[in-house]
């Protein structure tokens, strides 16, 4: 059965046809997706658009895929409970996941091998490497409601040399907990901004802060409406921010710029419980994903107004994010399948 794309609400600049695409459906989880996300955009031969996605997903065994075409490339396996976040690192040689089983894990994306594991005392939440090639640091947060960094360069005590943690170790990496004590909630979500020294925590205290690790110290904060079911870095809006951070909290969804903590650039109250966010800032679009329905919502940020719903899921769409060059994006779903929605005019990818 074929899957149908969108629904138009009105008549806007954005091609017509991009209304009539069927989206690209990626099988492999048996649960459902708790959380994709890309690699940046990598240097490629001819003009074809190169990067990588990584699927969270609660089978435990998150998913590595060709981002532009959704194909299957390799899945991880070590996790023994579900994966609530996943992500890549620039130059997508690293991935590294949070899961229930009281553990973060970094992978090589090459072998699928286990470069360390990260032990914690609850369930990880959250993850994120800094906006560099083959990172030497990973943050980490979840139910501990601590805030780590661990350094990745220094792993010992069931890590063998060449960086694989033994199977019976593992890896005990030097970490330093940054804002003991401040985080009076889950953190839910861990965003490293372009600036590799400012990190975002998104908590279950209702406070989204940025954290300076040079200082190791709070700088911004700023309460939310709601418990933040995601919060991600997407590109900038035309013409004012370099980059956005995306929120979505309860009917709430917020917009800061990702260059200026604390800086709320859009506060846009909804109908609705939104549980997902992502944003085309050069497109001045962002789609949500909500708890009470499987629909897609594509929104115009300027008139914070519904464009379009994208139906073909069979559950809610729990993450959304947009690929590093904005033609297309990727949700996750409740159903248990990512599927891909092309955003641009004229053949991308797969779609001719």
Not at 18 to 40: E, F, N, Q
Not at 92 to 99: E, I, N, P, V
Not at 205 to 226: F, M, Q
Request: hydrophobic content about 35%; proline content about 4%; aromatic content about 8%.
């Amino acid at each position: 059965m074929a899957d149908f794309a969108f629904t138009r609400q009105d008549e806007t600049s954005i091609a017509s046809e991009t209304t009539k695409i069927v989206p690209l459906t990626c099988h492999g989880h048996s649960r459902p997706i708790t959380h994709v996300s890309y690699s940046s955009l990598l240097a490629s031969s001819g003009t074809a658009s190169q990067y990588y996605m990584i699927s969270a997903c609660k089978d435990n065994n998150p998913m590595l895929r060709d981002g532009l075409t959704g194909d299957w490339i390799g899945t991880f396996i070590g996790h023994k409970g579900a994966v609530w976040s996943a992500r890549l690192s620039d130059d997508a040689t690293l991935a590294a996941t949070g899961s229930a089983d009281f553990s973060a894990k970094v992978w090589d994306t090459f072998t699928g091998e286990t470069l360390a594991t990260l032990q914690h005392n609850h369930i990880v939440r959250a993850v994120a490497f800094p906006p560099q090639e083959k990172p030497q640091v990973l943050a980490t947060g979840g139910m501990e409601k601590k805030l780590r960094v661990y350094d990745l360069s220094r792993a010992s005590n069931g890590t063998a040399a060449n960086g694989v943690s033994s199977p019976n170790g593992a890896a005990s990496m030097p970490s330093y907990e940054i804002g003991d004590g401040e985080h009076q909630g889950a953190i839910k979500s861990i965003v490293w901004s372009r600036d590799p020294n400012i990190l975002t925590t998104a908590a279950d205290d209702k406070k989204i802060r940025w954290w300076d690790l040079r200082s190791r110290s709070c700088i911004a904060s700023h309460d939310i409406e709601g418990l933040p079911t995601s919060c991600e870095l997407n590109g900038g809006l035309a013409g004012s921010t370099d980059s956005t951070v995306t929120v979505a909290a309860g009917k709430n969804i917020y917009f800061f710029d990702g260059g200026r903590p604390g800086q709320l650039v859009k506060h846009i109250k909804t109908g609705r419980e939104v549980a997902s966010v992502a944003l085309n800032g050069a497109a001045k679009r962002f789609v949500t994903g909500s708890p009470g329905d499987t629909w897609v919502h594509v929104w115009d940020f300027d008139t914070e107004q519904e464009l379009e719903t994208g139906k073909g899921h069979h559950g809610p769409v729990w993450t959304v994010c947009f690929s590093p060059d904005g033609k297309l994006y990727a949700t996750g779903s409740e159903d248990g399948t990512v599927k891909l929605w092309k955003f641009t005019s004229g053949p991308y990818g797969l779609w001719r």
